[in-house]
């Protein structure tokens, strides 16, 4: 317990098991019990108050949920919390420090890569795993590394060039 | 020295957007992640059955799950009578079903406890006896006269057909026909399709007993709407209901009707005195919110030897499911259908409507769609695009000899809007040029030998993008105007509130562009705030491409009220009379002394420091803004694809969109808006489509089935503008969000059978799925979407 206070439902549901887990989420160490059934995706958003993270499907499809997990891109709401025990996950409020943007958000900006953003945290997501992987992607490279990812807004075609933004931008940085 | 407006973020800057930086940080706030002290999570058990009578509803298990807080039913919402409530079409609709379950997915009955995954739990404990009755999935089987009765519940209701409607000049369109060389004929579905914001909806309710007060946090286009439908349903006084429509993830008419589970949230926090938040899992959003379109369109067109039109027949029978719930203007049955072949010089008219209930999800909601108006367009190309063929015309030159011209303006349809301006042979021009319209022939030959098949397919519309004029269209009553407030404070910085609802278009920056450009205010200066009704004016809400005709007008109007008293306090700044005061951007001077002049910041100060004798202080205002006539963008859409006859597959080579939407407020923006919409239209033609079996259960209920384009299927687009500013809009400009859609699909299909009609085939109804082309390609023969449905 670390609040001061702490109310106790006056049935304490019987045999609930609960799990401890520790997660390294945007480069802090992170401790939440929770039960074995939480999703990561709801970890994240209710018990860290990491609402960047959005959920779009109960199927895997739509990729709103995508974090990177241990630099790999999962879908958070097909991942259970406790998997993600000892490993290392980043959000989208971990892209930008107090001062900077990350290239790929001020691409998606610069670009016009977002309409009503529900899609962007996870697109963002995922491109950046692409772009650590392949600074330099051909459209087809980024259509296919998208491919998880659904936006109903934008028609895609400033997501791309929003990547590609980035990308020269993070090459450009990386050459200095 | 007069502001150069693109440095300050006005009129036609392509200026970055301001929501950007939330969203991108991942700090946007949707529905979902708004979290109020105390609150207890929602959820709805469905129908598993399309129709069947509900025998007994037994909650016993579900209560004695720890952490479960209320379980309603039916019965629970009847004792308050709240189990049924009004659509936006004069239908009642049940919110938690008490006689019978009319589709599959319909609500039953509700959970609130602790957290979301207990009151999952719960659901799936309530036991609900169903007698199941036959379904009706189509308007064939409900016009059986033997078919079940689907609204009993209804007095008056003695079959299941909703309404007969029709519009037009049925003798003179007689006569055409009797005149005419040539008669053309289509016969098309336009399938059922889902919205599909990504974003599902949800609300959470927090009524406070203490002061009487109810706030809604609620995923909906049109909070002001809504707030009057609760203080009817709920049967609270208005000012105690405030709806706060947060960041919305996306919208496209899904989010415009009063759905059960709204209603049942509310009910609920106002049990138990604690907010309750409801989210819709995606196949509860999929499986029971509106949907569009779902409606089979017959028509002919008379013809001249010569190609011109001399008159036009339309009959549409379509499938509203369960509850008659399409969100449209109220004198209309079916949306404005009756906007078919506006673009076109048609000299008699005639269009009959029914529509009829079936055992599906309610909706026939405006899909990115002004009410009806993707339908009536993409009959309309499709007719365009048959006639063509069986007159041996051009498809080109058999659009040009009907396009309405240029000096015909304003031009009366045969149904009776007003279009009033445009230049439609020039859009199809640059349309036809930008794709290779000329050396196409030869294209095609050369692909022949490749083995595959290429087509070329167009699409030219004019739509009506804007309601009102409130003395036609009214929702429920509500006249459909729009409105704007405007805060100058005393630094020349300022807030703007409206009464229509972004959700992902951008409104707060646009309107700030066009203050910036009706002021010399800075862009930057200006804060944009919708969707709290109690801090905005009333407005109707955004669908139906009407934030920028309507509300957009209204923040212009607003303005220049302000620049009006502006001018005042200019005139006692620089001790001259108002007459001796000019404007430039941003600053009033003496007339014949440009120096001597102050800036509206300095009116600013001024209205608040130092006010001429007899004029109120302050520089706020409202402006309300009922629009005299609709606004009529117009289209022309080319596409170029290839299909391989081995397979059914087809690519597009290169898609061409001329847009003309008037004067382009933000051009990044609108851009934008195409390319969404052209993906909409994309998706619709290609593999979009929600249907159902022969017991009424939904195929389509999932992401897995219900098919959307990714970044992989999605083609590129190439764009371009014409612009023809809009009479009557203040700053001349038209409504862009759903043309794409609306058009764009008629350009896909024409496209494909274009490729493949040399086998004699006619029509393929969308989507064109690579085994239903594929089928039309080896049988000569029509694939129809129609029913009787097959099992497959
Ligand atoms: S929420 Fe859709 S993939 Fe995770
Ligand atoms: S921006 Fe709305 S879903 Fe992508």
């Given at each position: ?72 891109p ?25 001062s ?43 259509r ?33 | ?16 957007r ?30 598993p ?13 579900a ?9 309603l ?154 707030r ?53 899992d ?9 949907f ?32 008659y ?105 640059v ?9 196409f ?31 036609e ?32 278009q ?16 800075p ?10 009704t ?62 001597r ?64 939407c ?39 209920s ?15 687009f ?75």
């Open positions: 317990m670390t609040s001061l206070y702490e109310e106790v439902p006056a049935e304490v549901p019987a045999n609930v098991p609960t799990r401890r887990v520790t997660v390294t989420v945007n480069g802090e160490k992170r401790t939440v019990d929770v039960e074995p059934r939480l999703l990561l995706a709801h970890m994240l958003r209710q018990a860290l108050q990491l609402t960047g993270t959005h959920t779009g499907c109960d199927t895997t499809n739509c990729g709103a949920c995508t974090v990177l997990f241990d630099g790999r999962i879908k958070s709401c097909t991942m259970l919390a406790v998997q993600a025990d000892g490993h290392d996950v980043e959000t989208v409020e971990g892209l930008a420090t107090a900077e943007l990350h290239p790929i958000q001020e691409g998606f900006k610069q670009e016009h890569g977002l309409q009503c953003g529900y899609c962007t945290p996870g697109m963002m997501m995922a491109s950046k795993a692409l772009l650590e992987r392949n600074p330099n992607p051909t459209e087809d490279e980024i296919w590394a998208l491919s998880g990812n659904l936006c109903r807004c934008t028609g895609y075609q400033n997501i791309v060039k929003s990547v590609m933004w980035a990308a020269e931008k993070m090459r450009a940085e990386e050459a200095e | 020295m007069a502001l150069d407006e693109l440095k300050i973020g006005g009129m036609g800057a392509s200026r970055r301001v929501e950007d930086n939330r969203f991108i940080r991942g700090k946007g706030r949707y529905v979902d992640d708004v979290v109020l002290p105390g609150m207890l999570h929602m959820e709805i058990l469905r129908s059955v399309a129709h069947a009578r509900i025998k007994s509803i037994d909650t016993t298990a209560w004695e799950v720890p952490g479960v807080r209320l379980v039913t039916g019965e629970t919402m009847a004792a308050r009578n709240l189990a049924w409530m009004p659509t936006l079409s004069y239908d009642t609709q049940a919110v938690l079903a008490t006689d019978k379950v009319r589709f599959q997915g319909q609500e039953v009955a509700a959970v609130i406890a602790d957290d979301p995954y207990i009151a999952k739990d719960a659901c799936s404990r309530i036991v609900v006896e169903y007698e199941s009755l036959p379904a009706i999935v189509n308007p064939v089987q409900a016009q059986d006269p033997n078919a079940p009765l689907i609204r009993d519940d209804k007095e008056n209701q003695a079959t299941n057909k909703i309404f007969d409607w029709e519009i037009g000049d049925k003798e003179a369109t007689d006569r055409a026909f009797a005149e005419a060389d040539v008669v053309s004929t289509v016969d098309l579905h336009y399938p059922r399709s889902h919205p599909s914001p990504l974003e599902p909806c949800g609300s959470i309710a927090d009524y406070d007993r203490a002061t009487g007060k109810l706030t809604v946090y609620m995923t909906t286009q049109a909070p002001h709407i809504i009057a439908a609760v203080s009817l349903v709920a049967e609270l006084p208005e000012h105690m209901i405030r709806i706060i429509s947060p960041d919305l993830g996306g919208g496209f008419g899904n989010k415009v009707p009063v759905y059960p589970g709204y209603v049942i949230s509310i009910l609920a926090s106002i049990l138990t005195e604690r907010p309750v938040k409801w989210i819709e995606k196949s509860g959003n999929l499986i029971s919110t509106g569009g379109r779902d409606v089979y369109l017959q028509g002919q067109l008379a013809l001249r030897k010569d190609g011109k039109i001399l008159g036009m027949r339309m009959h549409t029978v379509s499938d509203h499911g369960a509850f719930a399409d969100a449209q203007p109220t004198k209309f049955k079916i949306g404005l259908m009756h906007s078919t072949f506006a673009a076109y010089d048609v000299p008699a008219a005639h269009l009959t409507s029914e529509g009829f209930y079936t055992n599906k999800a309610p909706g026939g909601v405006a899909y990115r769609c002004s009410f009806r108006v993707t339908e009536a367009m993409f009959f309309q190309e499709r007719m365009m695009h048959a006639a063509a063929n069986d007159l041996g015309m051009d498809q080109a030159d058999f659009r040009r000899v009907n396009l309405v011209k240029d000096d015909m303006f304003p031009y009366r349809t045969a149904f009776g809007f007003l279009t009033d301006s445009g230049q439609y042979g020039k859009c199809l021009d349309a036809l040029e930008a794709i290779g319209y000329d050396t022939k030869e294209e095609q030959e050369e692909a022949r030998k490749r083995g595959k098949l290429l087509g070329i397919g167009i699409s030219t519309m004019t739509e009506p993008l804007g309601a009102g004029n409130s003395r269209y009214d929702i429920l009553g509500i006249k459909m105007f729009d409105s704007a407030e405007l805060r100058v404070h005393m630094t020349g910085k300022a807030i703007l509130r409206t009464g229509a609802k972004t959700q992902g951008g409104h707060e920056t646009t309107w700030a562009q066009i203050v910036a450009h009706e002021l010399g205010i862009a930057d200066d200006i804060v944009v705030e919708e969707g709290d109690d801090t905005a004016p009333f407005g109707m809400g955004t669908y139906a491409s009407r934030s920028t005709p309507v509300a957009g007008a209204a923040v212009a109007m607003v303005a220049r009220k302000i620049r009006a008293k502006a001018r005042k306090i200019a005139a006692h700044l620089l001790e001259v009379s108002e007459e001796d005061i000019e404007w430039e951007l941003g600053r009033f001077y003496v007339r014949g002394n440009e120096e002049g102050v800036t509206i910041q300095d009116c600013a100060l001024a209205a608040y420091s130092n006010v001429p004798d007899g004029l109120e202080p302050g520089l706020e205002n409202v402006a309300y803004y009922d629009p005299p006539n609709l606004t009529w963008p117009f289209a022309a859409y080319v596409c170029k694809v290839e299909v391989d006859p081995q397979t059914g597959v087809w690519d597009v080579l290169k898609f061409v969109a001329v847009d003309d008037g004067v382009r407020i933000n051009p990044m923006i609108v851009e934008g808006q195409i390319m969404g919409g052209l993906t909409e239209a994309y998706a619709m033609a290609s593999m979009q489509y929600i249907t159902f079996d022969e017991e009424g259960n939904c195929i389509g999932n992401y897995m089935d219900y098919l959307l384009p990714t970044a992989w299927e999605t083609p590129g190439e764009l371009h503008e014409v612009v023809t500013p809009c009479p009557h809009h203040p700053i001349g400009a038209k409504g862009i969000g759903e043309c794409a859609t609306v058009g764009g699909p008629a350009a896909f299909v024409n496209a494909v059978m274009n490729a493949i009609e040399h086998t004699g085939v006619r029509n393929v109804d969308m989507p064109l799925m690579p085994n239903r082309v594929y089928e039309a390609l080896q049988t000569g023969q029509n694939v129809s979407g129609m029913p009787p449905v097959k099992g497959d």
